[in-house]
């Protein structure tokens, strides 16, 4: 039997502060083992419990995609005490990782459809997962249309990802920021808004991950577009201790954060009475 | 059938002994509970319900999951026999039913190896579990609301009553046969020793209070959510977790490591739904943060999802927590007021 409890060590190979004041940054890790890393198959949207012996662990989603061998990506943003223990570590540090845990986006559902995906802050890390994997397989997939959000310029992740994917051709990249700011010269204006002016096409699959007002606010805009309910994905956060359904943490409804979702469609969040 | 006379108990208990360790219901300071017993003159026969629940014999109040160090980390290593729990009342081995969907699996992704919990797994799995017939249920049990009641014999290995100066054993799962055909001292029951069961079962039914009908209890509670039955319900609860930790069937827990960075161990403990901190997240905001919010999900939690997700209802009508609320609630007065509430 296995044990979903115990970490797997990883090595800290690459740290990169992703914002000027620093509360973001971005770990690459490699397996220590590499058995470990064999046996370790994870897709778009999971996630897993990254620990740090002495301190406990915090659940990140995974920023990397499963084409990107041998490593596992995470961005996290400092808030409390796991949070601040990730930010002093350095390269060469060794942390456990559980995981992968929960499940994923519907990507095999996207084959061959249009795909909108909306996010906003820092919460673009499963995203990120995402996006990197379809333009792998760039043929399987449809138009693919990105609105992207943060309060200012700064507040963007993978800023150098950013700017490639905005050159390419067959990816639309919508980057907007809240306020004005000189030198910014793409938009401006709240996620909201800015999706209702892109006016994304209904018949395509939307994954939307932000802040909980980006996306209360957002939703409703994508039904008033008239997007299908069960073709909405968006991925929750609960505080987690488990991940596997036993701690009774991260219960909305009859389902557990961590094993039922964190993914879900709107068609099913609609019924959970206290998921938003 | 067979009978074992209480002045041999020992000697029977002894035997149980040379393959398992025995937890049985004794005293512990002040309380009553299922621990480890040397012999079987520490058995409390009495008791209808211990104070703590046996969840604890299975499922620790605290417990290490591993240890760290500089040679990496460890999982502890269970040296000791498998274990036997004598003196279990229906409810509670009803109870650990409950717990074993929880820790043995996933209901959405069965037979999973990842969603094994086996620290459950290796203390439950080759468990001996004696049930034992209530022969004066109390005032607080309601058992048979669920359609249990104190003579039940399933879930359990062996069924034992207990009839005048014998204790009647009788093996149910296969298990719990071939256990008892190993013990040679035993003698057959008779036809009148079974009699007396009919007649005690009867008894012990007439202690039960008037039975609620609770088949459409699921359906409604589920109805109620945004109903403002949860603050009348909740209006004197003082969150203080007690019916959560007695609860045989509350599993909630939290991962904590004890220790320091290089040296220490990471331990899981029993939390509750009552507590604020429960679901509170680093940026301040909390799904749960008020106390209606938090009694709601308990109760919807033991009468609609768990029934959602594995068919049952998470509690057996063992009454502990009507025993131990400080201010009162009891959860019978809640499941009436809920199949009486008139939707607004
Ligand atoms: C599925 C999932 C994916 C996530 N992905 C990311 C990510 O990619 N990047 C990122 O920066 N953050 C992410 N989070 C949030 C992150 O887990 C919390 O910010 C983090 O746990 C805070 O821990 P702390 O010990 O630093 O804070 P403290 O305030 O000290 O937290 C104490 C405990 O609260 C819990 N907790 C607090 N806030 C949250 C929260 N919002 N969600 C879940 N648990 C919480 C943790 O269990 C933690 O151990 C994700 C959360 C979930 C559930
Ligand atoms: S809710 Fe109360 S009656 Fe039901 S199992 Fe828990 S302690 Fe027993
Ligand atoms: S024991 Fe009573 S007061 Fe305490 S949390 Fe439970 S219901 Fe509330
Ligand atoms: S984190 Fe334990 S049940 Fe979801």
Redesign the interface.
Known sequence: ???????I?MKVEKILAENPDRSLRTYDLSFVNEADGKNFHYVPGQFCEFSI?????SPFGIASSPTEEGILKFTVSR??SV?NEIHYLQEGDIVGVRGPLGNWYPFEKFKGKDVVIIGGGFAFTTLRSLLVFMLENREDYGKITVIYGARTPDFFIYKEELQEWDKREDLNLILTIDKPVPEWDKLCGFVPVVTKEVSPDPNSWCVICGP?AMIKFTLPVLLELNFAHDKIYTSL???M??G??????C????KYVC??GPVFSYEELKKI??AF | MVKIKKTRLKDFIDFVQQEYDVFAPTEVGKKTAFKKIDSAFEIIHDIVNTDRSPKEVFFPQSEVLFEYGKDGLKTPERKEKPIAVWGLRHCDTSSLTMLNKVFSDAHQMPDKDMFKDPYWKEKYDNSLIFNQACNTPLSTCFCHWFGRGPFDKTSSDIFVVDVDDVFLLEGISEKGKAFLAKYEKAEQATKEDEAKITELKRKAESFLAEKTDISELFEKIGKLWDEPIWEEISGKCVNCGACTFVCSTCHCFDVSDEGKKGKGKRIRLWDSCMFQLFTKEASGHNPRGISTQRVRQRFMHKYNYFMDNYGVHLCTGCGRCVQVCPVNLDVRELIKKVLDYKIS
């Open positions: 039997m296995s044990n979903t409890y115990i970490p060590p012996l002495g301190k406990g662990e808030t409390g949070t909980p956060e609960r505080r201790k488990c596997i359904g036993k701690c009774g943490r219960g909305i409804g009859s094993i039922d009475p206290d």
